[in-house]
């Protein structure tokens, strides 16, 4: 009995195993890559573009007669466009496999651990139980361990969007350069450029710029609530400026001549402060009727107004105006 349960077990697992080989191989469908198939047989291309990076085609542009120069430009151009084909297909493979092979290697890993897991609850041995628990702790580990160093749920798609607009961005010149004579853009300036398109779409690259574009965000948001926290702090004080002229205000006529000089800057004020105003006072006591509303007005104008110098300085002129009233 013994030997026919482990037997058993063991089936259960190759099945379990063929089962997860096939779905590895459908790993490499575009459901699960995430691209298309190229038609383009690239292996085959990169042959015929050999002559652009061995030297040859270089030879023969050097070879042009200088004083023709359409035919250098036209080879000077052919070289760079194929030069740039040839990285592509390289880039768009790596691309693939970044992309795919992380997440091929991530599925395969997870089904084997959910079959080795579910052996582990249908088999009744204690031994065999224990070796397959093993093994589904070794598989899970596994799968842990290449999730966190490809990151690749989360990190890999920005990288990829890093590469391809750094790619972008160091193609610029090149396009440039092709618009300009083979005088004004020779082909070994076109190879320093092109060097850089090359090296563009790297991993260490999108890093950089993703940790220099973090930085910058860092500095920015940092540098805004420098700004905010002194706009705060000149706002307070401006308040507490104008609040401290306001006790020198003392009778009813000099609030309310205070409430008068200030209406004419209403309007130029907040929507907020105004309505809160009007809904405080809608009959405009404070203009000539109520000495209690002009001091309420006031101090709620002051203590919700955005006191800024100029704001700040039609403050205090009204305070000087109105503490010669009688």
Partial sequence: MQISRLQNAFRQALVGLAVCAWCGLLADCAPVVGYPKDPEDTDATLVTLAPYFNGSKEADYVNTDPTNVVLRKQ???VIILERIHAYNIEFADFERR??????????????????????????GNAATKSALGAASIGVSGANTAINKDLYYQKTIPALLAQMEADRLKALAPI?????????????????IDLDAYKTAGSIPGAINAVNQSAGNAKDDAQAVITLQRASAVDQLKGIQTVQAQLKSLTTDA????????????????SPALQQVINQLDPKA?????SAKKARQIMNIWIEN???STSNQQQWLTAIAVASTAK
């Fill in 75 to 77: 080879k000077r151009d």
């Fill in 98 to 123: 970044l992309y795919g092979d992380g997440n091929e290697v991530s599925l395969g890993s997870d089904l084997v651990g959910l079959v080795l897991g579910g052996l582990i609850a249908t088999t």
């Fill in 175 to 191: 396009a440039a350069g092709l618009k300009l004579s083979d005088a004004d853009y020779p082909l070994m300036q076109a190879y």
């Fill in 254 to 269: 000099q609030y309310l001549a205070l409430a008068r000089a200030m209406q004419v800057y209403l309007s130029s004020r």
């Fill in 285 to 289: 006591l404070r203009l000539s009727a």
């Fill in 305 to 307: 107004d955005d006191v």
